[in-house]
């Protein structure tokens, strides 16, 4: 009897979405270029479950009923290439390619074009959730080429994270639209986490506080409007003793590293024209954490000369707590905008309630206030920036001052707060009617004769001034990003 599905690539994800697969009662075939790797899989993991395992592709593509699901959780970039290079010949139209890595958006609207020319669709799924969600439930957030959603669907939704009754999984868009919001939803992730990072310092370093208080705090955040899986984990991480019985977080080097993702948000960012600040700060503060040796260094010629704090630690915690949750919000926000952007500029016409709905559960930044996400866009589905919705704007309101207290303790204890600052000043700037721009529009044209519109003449408009009465009166082209 012909299997449902098969994947290849038995790495941690691979080897849980399969045993994942197996306990939705789908029968799945498994390779991997080690094919020792396929045996220890079948003799441990996946001994006693229907899971078939294959010593070569042909062997693999002819265990797997048509059409023929083929699921590649490899190396992103040139390996899903290659594995597709391979896997051409020995599939017939109608079959589908899955790739489920973390590739670029750009790839996966290459390789949707160039299988659909040869009668094989594909399929770009973004999977969150790490470890432990692929193996009970992550989100999956597929896109491609349509055709092939009717198929996949089953076994998607099946095996993905259930929230009230409904799969964190739905068709997200045509092309790269499926790991363009994983994307997304990995660059979210990169300012969470340091946002999360950045409010330790501050209990920690600024306000004094052990590893078992920094447990209570974080575990009385989880417990409302902060409640989230990254919170959850924070808090157990500090619970969390190494074999002398301290702190094993305080043993752990402080240089992070990164795969790319919360990267190639930013570059996109800029690429549209959108204002995601707070996001590239959090890239930027691990690329200046990988910089260990010299910031030793840095720390010697240019020591630290802030006060210790001295007062109300209880109202300055709950202040952080506010500023977390606040600069949170605005991550989402500057993420959705961007998703917004790039659905007019791509053509992928994203759902953003469905996104929402997509990151309840399974995913890495799933958290409480997703729900308000989605009743915000089923309210005005063409709803420029989150921040204009009610339940944003109270928010904001009600965090306002303790995340202005909280930036001014980090200048004031020269601790750095490059997130939380970031977001603030986006707020700020978001809701200025007027921003000196002006002044950066008359410069340019002073030095480049670049042009300026007026307030007093129709937008589109645009003059030039001979500043100095010694240029000319041509001008040089405008445009916009």
């Known amino acids: 009897m012909k299997v449902q599905i098969g994947l290849i690539g038995l790495a941690v994800m691979g080897q849980n979405l399969v045993l994942n697969m197996n306990d939705h009662g789908f029968k799945v075939a498994v390779f991997n270029r080690t094919t020792s790797v396929v045996d220890e899989f079948l003799n441990t993991a996946a001994k006693g479950t229907n899971v078939v395992g294959a010593h070569s592709l042909e062997e693999f593509v002819e265990s797997l009923q048509t059409p023929r699901i083929v699921m590649l959780m490899v190396k992103a970039g040139d390996v899903v290439d290659q594995y597709i290079d391979k896997l051409i010949p020995l599939l017939s139209k109608g079959d589908i390619i899955v790739d489920g890595g973390n590739s670029l958006y750009t790839d996966t609207n290459r390789r949707t074009a160039s299988l659909s020319e040869v009668g094989l ?7 969150s959730g790490g470890e432990e969600g692929a193996r009970t439930g992550p989100s999956i957030m597929p896109g491609g080429n349509p055709a092939a959603w009717e198929t996949v669907k089953p076994i998607f939704q099946a095996i993905s994270a259930q929230v009230d009754g409904e799969p964190c999984c739905n068709w ?72 002398d019985g301290s702190p094993l977080v305080e043993k752990i080097l402080d240089t992070a590293g990164q795969k790319g993702t919360g990267k190639w948000t930013a570059i996109n960012a800029l690429d549209l024209g959108m204002p995601l600040t707070l996001i590239g700060e959090a890239v930027f503060a691990r690329c200046l954490s990988a910089q260990k040796e010299e910031r030793v260094r840095a720390s010697e010629r240019l020591p630290k000369e802030y006060a210790v704090f001295s007062g109300d630690k209880a109202i300055m915690i709950q202040a952080i707590g506010d500023a977390l949750y ?156």
């Open 172 to 243: 997200v868009g045509d092309k790269g639209a499926g790991h363009y919001v994983k994307m997304i939803h990995n660059g979210i992730e990169y300012g969470d986490m340091q946002l999360i990072c950045e409010a330790y310092q501050l209990l920690s370093e600024g306000l004094g506080l052990n590893a078992d208080e920094l447990h209570a705090v974080f575990n009385e955040w989880n417990q409302g409007e902060l409640s989230s899986y990254l919170i959850e984990i924070t808090t157990g991480i500090f619970a969390h003793k190494d074999a």
């Open 326 to 481: 606040a600069a949170k919000l605005i991550s989402y926000a500057q993420g959705f905008r961007l998703m917004r952007e790039a659905s007019k500029e791509y053509g992928f016409e994203l759902n953003y309630g469905d996104i929402a709905l997509m990151w309840r559960g399974g995913c890495i930044i799933r958290s409480q206030f997703l729900n308000s996400i989605k009743q915000a866009y089923n309210k005005t589905p063409d709803l420029e920036n989150l921040l204009l919705d009610d339940f944003f704007v109270a928010a904001m309101k009600k965090a306002n001052a303790g995340w202005r207290k909280t930036v001014m303790l980090g200048i004031e204890l020269e601790i750095a707060t490059p997130t939380f600052s970031s977001a603030l000043a986006y707020f700020d700037g978001y809701r200025s009617a007027k921003l000196p721009a002006n002044l950066l529009q008359a410069q340019r044209d002073y030095f480049g004769a670049h042009t300026y519109e007026r307030i007093d003449q129709p937008r589109g408009k645009f003059f030039h001034t001979d500043w100095t009465g010694q240029g000319g009166i041509v001008s040089a082209t405008t445009y916009t990003v």
């Open 121 to 127: 669709n594909f399929i770009g799924t973004g999977v």
